[in-house]
């Protein structure tokens, strides 16, 4: 049998001249590597090393990286010689070369251990300024390319959270197309002439933690919003959203935002689309009851108002307390809750 239970969320839930809306912009972008990577991206694509770190360069179409004893040798010049060393469970490092255009370029890389294999993501961004506002690319696929839509992503302002790399974008509230160098060097947005429409999300989400991150894509994967990017109701193409995922955080403790049973949200033409969503979570969970014994499994399922799943607590979420009355009476018969490790 499945039931359900209200858990309180407690802990989470000289001036420039700016382009104007009919105005194109652009902006030449650096990279800067991350030693301690603490940007919130929509997908994590860590990829398996398997001989080297896909990253083309002019001496070739990846840095040489291997095991050798219990440490990862990598060649961070592409020459073909591994000088450099990871040990342990992860690492970080830049990688310096060319590109087959004879530009010089640097990629900031980070190491994963799982078990004997090494996986490896990018761990840097192309920062620049577009309209006077903060702008980061990530190689979220990890092929050393920077435009890749619906695959790379994108961070607009000062905030930590990443939409994935849209053929829109929103600067000021206000919509532009926008087109991205493969190396990621230049950015440039031009007026967007479509049909908009408003998302009013950030300001209906109930929640004693911060929303650091809350990002909605179209049906086709071309157009991306993190919607914490702005305060109020966001401009968006008209077009239907589907939630992709986010994050909500207070202190050190944190949780995830998956999709669970939310239903898309069409924005239409001129229209604003509010949602209330987080407030108290329902906690969904399976138990029996055979020989005068109730016996939970600790598992469940964390959903908010709007059917948005709660996933990878940390710390660890705690057990709820689970009370066990008999019917019709008012005093409970029995309580416990969950062993945790």
Known sequence: ???????????????????SASETTSANLSHKAYSKFSLVLPNQAWKRLDGKIEVAHDLGDGFRAYVEGVVLMVD???????????KGLGGFMKLHGKTRGGKSFTY???????????????????????????VQLIDMNGNGRYNDVGKDAMIVGSGKGAAYLSKVVNLRNELFNLEVSEDGTSVTATPYEGAAGFLDIRGGFKSKGKL???????????????????????????????????????????????????????VATG???????????????SYSHANGKVTIPPKANYYGTAGEEYVEWVPDQKSPKFLIYESGKKR???SGRWAMC
Do not use: C
Request: net charge positive; charged share 20%.
């Open 1 to 19: 049998m499945r039931v359900s239970l209200l858990v309180g969320f407690a802990a989470l839930l000289a001036s420039p001249a700016f382009a």
């Open 76 to 86: 961070t010049d592409g020459d073909g010689k591994a000088e450099s060393k990871v």
């Open 108 to 134: 900031g890389v980070r190491f994963e251990k799982r078990g004997k294999v090494y996986y490896y993501a990018a761990s840097g961004a192309m920062v620049g300024k577009l309209d006077g506002m903060t």
């Open 271 to 285: 229209q604003t689309l509010k949602l209330n969503w987080g407030g108290k979570v329902t906690a969904e969970f």
């Open 332 to 334: 409970p018969i029995a």
């Open 212 to 266: 650091v991150s809350a990002v909605l894509n179209d049906a086709k994967g071309e157009l991306s919003f993190n919607i914490t990017q702005v305060k109020g109701a966001m401009k968006v193409p008209a077009a239907s959203y589907t939630f992709v995922g986010g994050l909500v955080a207070k202190g050190k403790e944190q949780a995830r935002i998956h999709a669970g049973r939310m239903t898309p949200l069409s």
